[in-house]
């Protein structure tokens, strides 16, 4: 029988394909990951109340989010790391003399500080979740461990040099992730990893973001999905299929675990 492991599996592009559906040979083969020991658990820049119904199809309690900041073990949360305030306050105030909106990111929900914009709509409707609600004074009284920037590719560099606290990760070209300096996906396995102590040959990653490069880098057996970009593939050890060519599925099966 192969030793226990432990396999991190990003979301977006990796567990599900570009419609946001979960391949079935993807359930199939976490469900055979599961009946041989293996602990799987989800890596993602998602918070959890937008992959909640994903946890449970797949029966996983051991999770990543928001890229690293809020870590939870088998149910239980073992790592919060909320974006500094008083710099998220004047990023907000900046943003908005610049007219690029916020979103605010909790564990439980996500709130915006305009009514409405364009750039909202257009790239939260790829994640397939609901409009964030107005609520501009929501992270006064609230632990912020993401915030979506909402801004055309380049205008991120004036944050970038604004805001040495903050980490700016681009997902899609009208909105950028932000982030405690120094966080990552790789930060947040490893407070897990505090946890459930496997030895780090026995630890696995599948990812296909540019949030994914220091998981891939950190990880001991990290794999890159073949629709990932060239970029991501370079920092991985290996490469598996596409996401809607069975790509975890074969993963798995090149790496020996099914």
């Given at each position: ?10 979301i977006d592009g990796t567990l599900l394909d570009h419609n946001k559906e979960l391949p079935n040979s993807t359930k199939e ?35 990543v989010s928001y890229n690293g900041q809020y870590v939870v073990v088998k149910g239980e949360v073992a790592y919060k790391n ?166 975890i599925y074969h993963g798995l099966k090149m790496l020996g675990l099914l």
């Amino acid at each position: 029988m192969t030793a226990q492991s432990v396999l991190f599996f990003d979301i977006d592009g990796t567990l599900l394909d570009h419609n946001k559906e979960l391949p079935n040979s993807t359930k199939e083969a976490i469900q055979q990951l599961k009946a041989k020991g293996h602990v799987v658990a989800i890596a993602t820049g998602r918070g959890p109340f937008m992959y909640k119904r994903l946890r449970e199809e797949l029966g996983i309690d051991t999770y990543v989010s928001y890229n690293g900041q809020y870590v939870v073990v088998k149910g239980e949360v073992a790592y919060k790391n909320p974006l500094h305030r008083p710099s998220l306050e004047k990023l907000t105030n900046d943003a908005l003399k610049n007219n690029h909106p916020v979103v605010y990111m909790s564990p439980t929900v996500m709130r915006s500080n305009v009514p409405e914009h364009a750039f909202i709509t257009e790239s939260i409707s790829t994640l397939k979740m609901e409009m964030p609600s107005h609520d501009p004074l929501y992270y006064q009284d609230n632990d912020i461990f993401q915030t979506l920037l909402f801004c055309e590719e380049g205008e991120e560099k004036q944050y970038e040099e604004a805001f040495p606290a903050f980490d700016f990760v681009r997902w899609h070209p009208l909105s950028v992730d932000v982030l405690p300096k120094g966080g990552s996906k790789a930060q947040g396995i490893e407070q897990a990893m505090q946890k459930l102590q496997f030895a780090k040959e026995h630890q696995y990653a599948f990812g296909d973001g540019l949030n994914d490069i220091e998981m891939l880098e950190s990880v001991t057996n990290s794999v890159a999905m073949g629709n990932a970009e060239e970029i991501v593939k370079s920092h991985a050890k290996y490469v598996t299929k596409p996401v809607d060519q069975d790509g975890i599925y074969h993963g798995l099966k090149m790496l020996g675990l099914l």
